[in-house]
């Protein structure tokens, strides 16, 4: 009886241990500085998790507490492998990535959004990822510039 608990009990924690992989964007990964920064502070808290897990004597509740951080690391350690960083554009001519740009709705809604990277993106902090359908409408356009999306308009009043 012992012997078949045992076994169920592997079964069960094999199945909570081998997570998928979280997935990864088939988008270029382009980071700001500050995004490439984050994604490898991602990394040490990860590797941390990990190691801070391993202090279980059980080695079943081990594996259990490691599987979160450690599918964690993989993607962190992937997304910082593949990051392309990109500098800061040098005009507000035009809307590109890591501009920051505000654009009116035509319900009188002012919104402003820095255009980062998916990893970094944070609508309500204010910032949205480049490959977000707004931000893709709005790169290469200027000021005074009105762009449709979706049913709203939206006019470009600032680029900075």
């Not at 920051?100 to 809604?109: E, H, L, M, N, P």
């Amino acid at each position: 009886m012992a012997v078949a608990f045992t076994k169920e009990e592997s079964a069960e924690t094999a199945a909570e241990t081998l997570l998928p992989d979280r997935p990864i964007s088939s988008h270029p990964n382009l980071v700001t500085e500050v995004g490439l920064k984050a994604l490898e502070l991602q990394v040490q808290e990860a590797r941390q998790a990990y190691e801070a897990a391993g202090v279980f004597e059980d080695v079943n509740e081990r594996r259990r507490q490691q599987a979160n951080p450690l599918r964690d690391l993989r993607y962190f350690v992937e997304r910082v492998r593949t990051a392309q960083l990109v500098a800061d554009p040098a005009s507000t001519e035009v809307v590109a990535f890591g501009s920051t740009v505000t654009f009116s709705r035509d319900d009188g809604r002012v919104q402003t959004y820095r255009i980062v990277g998916e990893d970094e993106a944070d609508p309500k902090a204010g910032s949205i990822s480049y490959v977000s359908p707004v931000a893709r409408i709005l790169m290469g356009k200027g000021v005074g510039d009105v762009v449709t999306v979706g049913q709203q308009e939206l006019e470009i009043v600032e680029i900075a």
